[in-house]
């Protein structure tokens, strides 16, 4: 029996976020490429979470895919989400080297060739594949604007509108290289079943584009409202894990 610094961590040891030490990760040759493909005919709706916001998309077949990478098999595109922090200081979940990003885009993805839904899939430590994308502070991001302008019909939590043909594609960086390792949902119910995948590249957002996230609302329409200022979790044990990278 492995010894633990606490009773979580030995009960939990596969939680995410975790920090990547660029020294310490491990080049693995038998990583691949990237396979993405995404189509913006699957695009669906935009939904208030009160937490977040997701992007979803309809995942009733493998029209909007993942695959190769560390990954056996296809997994379908199901949504992508944010993560911001209430100041430009802080608000992605991983932390890379100690330096914290102001926000990180998840892509959620599922092993549909394995399981029969995406419920049943989460109960399995291969069920899912999340991208996960550092945003920096910079130029202001014309397909995130694309998403801000819609987020006013969402102000409130269960809020949700149609949203359609949006080319997620034009939110991955031009470098695909790649840390991957074993990790978990970072909100409740925390599932140990996600297949990190953290693009070593980070993609711009501007100030004032990441102000419009805090500008959501967390309570619904007929509560006071409260802002979602910040929605990333904290930084969890490594454990026993090791983090590959796809280039040295
Ligand atoms: C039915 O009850 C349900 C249904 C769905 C969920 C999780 N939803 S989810 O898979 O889309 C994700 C949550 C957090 C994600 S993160 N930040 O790790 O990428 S992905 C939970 C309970
Ligand atoms: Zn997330």
New binding site residues.
């Given amino acids: 029996m492995g010894v633990s610094t606490s009773r979580n961590e030995h009960c939990r040891p596969l939680q995410?976020p975790i920090t990547i030490c660029t020294k310490k990760v491990k080049y693995d040759s038998c990583l691949k490429p990237l396979y993405i493909y995404y189509d913006p005919k699957s695009t669906r709706r935009l939904v208030n979470l009160g937490h977040c916001f997701n992007v979803e998309y309809d995942d009733t077949s493998d029209r909007s895919v993942l695959g190769e990478g560390p990954l056996i098999g296809y997994y379908r595109l199901?949504?992508f989400h944010f993560?911001w922090g209430s100041s430009d200081k802080d608000g992605s979940e991983h932390v890379i080297d100690g330096q914290e990003y102001p926000a990180e885009l998840?892509i959620?993805h599922w092993n549909a060739q394995k399981y029969p839904s995406f419920?049943e899939a989460?109960k399995h430590p291969d069920g899912?594949a999340?991208i996960g994308v550092l945003l920096k502070i910079g130029e202001p991001n014309p397909a995130i604007q694309n998403i801000i302008d819609n987020l006013d019909q969402v102000k409130t939590k269960d809020k949700e509108c149609p949203f359609t043909q949006f080319n997620l594609s034009s939110l991955l960086p031009n470098d695909r290289n790649y840390w991957t390792y074993q990790g978990s949902?970072?909100?409740s119910?925390y599932l140990e079943c996600?297949t990190w995948i953290i693009l070593q590249e980070a993609i711009p957002i501007s100030s004032d584009q990441l102000h419009h996230f805090r500008g959501l609302l967390c309570s619904s329409e007929n509560e006071d409202p409260s802002f979602i200022l910040e929605n990333h979790r904290a930084l969890q044990p490594l454990a026993a894990r090791v983090i590959r990278s796809s280039c040295k």
Wanted: glycine content about 0%.
């Fill in positions: 995410s199901r949504q993560h998840h959620v419920n989460m899912l999340v949902l970072t909100t119910p996600v």
